[in-house]
């Protein structure tokens, strides 16, 4: 079966085939991002990605299928606009913010961790007051504040302000 979504199907879109120095200019000119796109395949294909995506090509419209089944499904209609909510929500962070973020929370984890793993982790008012010294604790607790600050606000607009 000739499927032109298989990986080396090939169409005679372009009337001009290219010449061997025409090749040899366009890579010459362009070695850098050829290099750093071989770089981004061999990733995509060390995390699987690449698999996946062609799975889903040579599948896809059974995956398709599958999807709008879902989607039909009163029990899973609300789990999908759910989930496309928080997909769009966090594409709307920066990737920056999202990075600081991440590896905030995945310090503060090891750091919790650490301190569950100890025999005495009671924490008594005082305790508590002496950690509020604490720079760490100190910005965290401001970034906290402020989140919980810029929540308060979106929750007071109305709901088709979001629209």
């Known amino acids: 079966?000739?499927?032109p979504n298989t990986p080396g199907h090939h169409t005679s879109q372009s009337a001009t085939p290219l010449t061997q120095a025409q090749i040899e200019q366009?890579?010459?000119k362009s070695a850098e991002g050829i290099v750093q796109a071989l770089g981004l395949l061999q990733d995509l294909e060390e995390r699987g990605v690449l698999p996946l995506t062609r799975a889903l090509i040579e599948q896809g419209d059974?995956?398709?299928k599958i999807?709008?089944?879902l989607a039909n499904n009163p029990a899973y209609a609300g789990g999908l606009k759910n989930a496309l909510a928080l997909v769009k929500g966090v594409a709307a962070v920066q990737p920056e913010t999202?990075?600081?973020?991440s590896n905030s929370v995945q310090a503060g984890l090891q750091e919790a961790?650490?301190?569950q793993t100890q025999e005495e982790s009671s924490l008594g008012v005082y305790d508590a007051l002496k950690a509020l010294r604490d720079p760490d604790v100190n910005r965290a607790i401001?970034?906290?504040l402020a989140f919980l600050k810029g929540m308060g606000k979106a929750l007071a607009q109305p709901e088709d302000a979001e629209a």
């Open 98 to 101: 999202m990075a600081t973020l």
């Open 62 to 64: 059974d995956v398709v």
């Open 67 to 69: 999807i709008l089944a």
């Open 142 to 144: 401001s970034f906290g």
């Open 26 to 28: 366009a890579v010459a």
């Open 113 to 115: 961790a650490a301190v």
């Open 1 to 3: 079966m000739n499927n």
